[in-house]
């Protein structure tokens, strides 16, 4: 069976840093598109981040551009976000999504496969 597991949410004090971490079993992701996505109560779901299986490319939300980074452990079918500098804004539930083609997007209806996700919650 296959899972995407989320872990590494919490609490965070505004300024702070947390890493997520997206653990993939049941099947080898090489070649598959890995991004994140992020949703408030009462609002569509947002593409965050978003990583190629093949050549690194990768894609950013303007809200999150030089404050988080995403990267992949094919290795390990592991997908990561740093995210560092966080704002009130940045709470929200947390998604890892794959997707069966090795482009980024930041389409929600282009990934077909998703985790559970993870609370992020930013304090001030």
């Known amino acids: 069976e296959v899972h995407l597991v989320e872990s590494g949410g919490g609490t965070v004090q505004a300024g702070g840093s947390l890493r997520l971490s997206c653990a993939a079993s049941?099947?080898?992701?090489?070649?598959?598109?890995r991004g994140w996505f992020r949703q408030v109560p009462g609002k569509q779901r947002e593409g965050v981040a978003c990583?190629?299986?093949?050549?690194?490319?990768?894609y950013y939300a303007d809200s999150v551009k030089d404050r988080f980074t995403i990267s992949r452990d094919n290795a390990k079918n592991t997908v990561f976000l740093q995210m560092n500098s966080l704002t009130l804004e940045d709470t929200a539930v947390y998604y890892c999504?794959?997707?069966?083609?090795?482009?980024?997007?930041?389409?929600?209806?282009?990934?077909?496969?998703w985790g559970q996700g993870t609370q992020v919650t930013v304090s001030s």
């Open positions: 999504a794959a997707r069966v083609s090795p482009t980024p997007s930041k389409r929600e209806r282009d990934f077909g496969l």
């Open positions: 049941g099947f080898t992701f090489d070649d598959y598109a």
């Open positions: 990583i190629s299986s093949t050549d690194g490319r990768t």
